[in-house]
């Protein structure tokens, strides 16, 4: 059996002691025994109830290639603390690149946005320490979703959250302010859809794209004809200068929704902007023609000069 393991803090060539026995990142000495001593006995063969030889010889592997060498690491407070001190720095690089991080588990998504990380990504920890080994076999896979969550948590620990490229922000930073989403609407019994929606302006107006795309992509797989999800997304494309792609939402939004505010408001500025670069007033697309690629030819200069030039109709 492959111990080989490629998700979270180990695609960064760092081997995550903490992930192998499943405990947060800022546990202490008494924390970790207490841990290993759970994991030992479930492994080792003369305490294990585990009857056939190929599950002893996978339980030998994972408890003297990954269990005791982890312990060995985070049990003397000398090494663990030089060892954390590793982890912060490295949270604080990634948390620099966060543009450039795709996470692949959904509770690692969940803990970029939280608002009570600590809280959320303790739960999660522990909740996946009651199945860890239980299912010798797929251990690897369970330490590579611990291992995403700490990468998460180191992140948010070092005081970023997914966020936006350098690129885009550069691309916008000499031009007029993009537009606010809208605010959100008032409390009531939300759907999962309407939360997906709610979570994503916020993303928006914090200037965290990534997340916020990914709510919204969430939002249109379980109701494709939203428009108003359509008008988000059409937002979220604009606030990253990619002025094609806001128009076929807006399309989308009205075709679907004659009366949605936020198309009717901004569409016509997205096509006012796009015609000027053309030489045309307006351009017309096919509902059912292919996404453009993303236009980024107009420069740093009147892109968003042109489209909030004007008097707000």
């Known amino acids: 059996m492959s111990l080989k393991i490629d998700g979270g803090l180990f695609k960064y060539e760092i081997i995550d002691y903490h992930a192998v026995l499943c405990v947060p990142v800022d546990a202490d000495a008494k924390e970790v025994r207490k841990r290993y001593l759970k994991i030992a006995r479930r492994l080792h ?3 294990s109830a585990i009857a056939n030889s190929p599950e002893k010889d996978i339980a030998n592997d994972l408890l003297s290639k990954l269990v005791n060498p982890a312990y060995e690491k985070l049990s003397v407070e000398r090494n663990r603390a030089e060892y954390t001190l590793v982890l912060s720095q490295i949270g604080k690089r990634l948390a620099q690149e966060s543009a450039q991080i795709e996470l692949s588990t959904e509770a690692a998504k969940q803990l970029a946005i939280a608002p009570n990380v600590d809280l959320l990504y303790k739960n999660a920890i522990a909740k996946i320490a009651e199945t860890q080994f239980n299912q010798l076999k797929q251990v690897p896979q369970f330490i590579a979703q611990i291992s995403e969550l700490n990468l998460v948590y180191l992140m948010r620990r070092a005081g970023k959250i997914m966020t936006t490229s350098p690129v885009v922000q ?7 302010p993009p537009p606010p989403p809208p605010p959100p609407s008032p409390p009531k019994e939300d759907s999962v859809v309407e939360q997906y929606l709610r979570r994503a302006q916020t993303l928006i ?15 249109l797989k379980l ?7 359509h008008s988000l997304m059409a937002i979220l494309y604009m606030r990253q200068n990619q002025l094609k792609m806001a128009r076929i939402h807006f399309d989308n939004a009205l075709k ?5 505010p936020i198309a009717l408001e901004w569409k016509p500025k997205v096509d006012k902007v796009l015609g000027t670069q053309s030489g045309t007033t307006q351009v017309k697309k096919s509902a059912d023609s292919e996404d453009p690629q993303p236009d980024n ?3 740093n200069g009147g892109l968003f000069g042109g489209l909030f030039g004007g008097k707000k109709k």
């Open 45 to 47: 063969p003369d305490s």
């Open 170 to 176: 550069a691309a916008t930073s000499t031009t007029a």
């Open 205 to 219: 107006k914090n200037n965290q794209f990534v997340p916020a795309k990914v709510e919204l992509q969430d939002a």
């Open 223 to 229: 109701e494709p004809k939203n428009s108003r999800a």
């Open 256 to 260: 679907l929704d004659p009366h949605d």
């Open 297 to 299: 030819s107009s420069g």
